[in-house]
């Protein structure tokens, strides 16, 4: 049984704010929230994977941002959480599913996203949908 | 000595065109260079290390993009080529504090890059001027 | 419960051979069998964690080398191998403590083994008992 | 030009000492350095490259062990260090093909190391002449 995946809405902030732990401050959990609302073309869009009840049990937020690469876009999936009791079902595949369909909408040449090495049961789901590259990031 | 960083302009695009060995087709190059003239606001800026004749050796394509988590912006450096010829005498790390600077100068809360794994003459540089994330990049 | 661990037994060797699911011709199975069984210092020990009849349902084949770096020995665990119908109760775990046991009545000043980079499930466990060490390894 | 590589030997042993700056007491030091002249089948051999007038400008150490999946030996090279002054002329790869033919003497069926994933220099010339396989080493 595949997850149901839809955009974001205003009614949904409750879920969304429990389901974004983010490690940043409130007000920028404030901001992301307006933004993601306001839907302007340089923020993300946000989809979520709902259950029967069409509550919130995972989120996606997704970046389209140009490229010096691509005469088109590049596809940043930035953030990806599901609630942990409700994993190992087939939200967070359903989420990158989803993704993908947003970027082939808009001819993206390129999705992406990162995760931390040790990540491993996120890892065993993404190795299923898509290729590790050989990249490495730098931070300052 | 350190090597100056300014801004690319028009009169630089032969220079930049051999810098720039993108393996990606000759329309996206052009489309790209359009891009980086018309300095919308959504694209890349782009930097370049000259020599004494002001002649670029070196460049860097620095785009700065929405986060979900800055209440700014997140500074991304896509492409850092240096003329083989012109290694090891500080142009890429040249190219890095200019993009630092860049980046400050929009209070962006993180500066970025990827690199293949293997780049080891890169990495000796950029060990030196950022950390290495524990983040992996996933592909489609 | 912890799972109960021994050494391998000339009577266990149907179930060794089961679980020994080596990709190398049979030939060298038996050769590493003959070895396993005429216990020469310079050869592997093998352990085998047990179930309640007695059963091996996992095990690990252990060395013990000299090093440039210790006074007296390394110890190396090659193999583990868990039974799959048989994980996620422990025996892994088990094995790598009966491991650390039989380094440590040989004084050993090192313990260690390698694994694939995307073999999450054990690594998972392996984060819990063991330090990933910063090593890569090559190989002709 | 090849580096000329032979064994260690006892006249050597102050030049070993001066490029064996291992970060281990100096007890240790003189029990390997004793293994070293022994020359017990169960520990390793030495190797060094020399410069014109035979004097060790770089050392391996060589350790061949059983494998459960061999049914000859495996090849292990624990040390393998080249004074900084005399880099980047070849000692090295000298010193590893050399151990090639050790190992391949002696029927090896695996010749291998490990090397920090941050040691560039080192790794620039690994990857000519092994492979980088993808396993990952834990340790208590």
Known sequence: MSTRVRRLEERDKPVWHTLYKATVPEEVIETTWARLMAGASDFHIALVAVDDQDTPIGLAHV????????PTWYCYLEDLFVDPARRQK?????????????????????TYWTT?????????VYDEVATKSVFVQYRR
């Open 63 to 70: 970046l389209f941002h140009r490229s010096t690469w691509s």
């Open 90 to 110: 087939g939200a967070g595949r359903a989420l990158i599913e989803a993704t993908y369909r947003e970027a082939d909408a808009r001819g993206c040449t390129r």
């Open 116 to 124: 931390q090495e040790f990540n491993y049961r996120a890892r065993s």
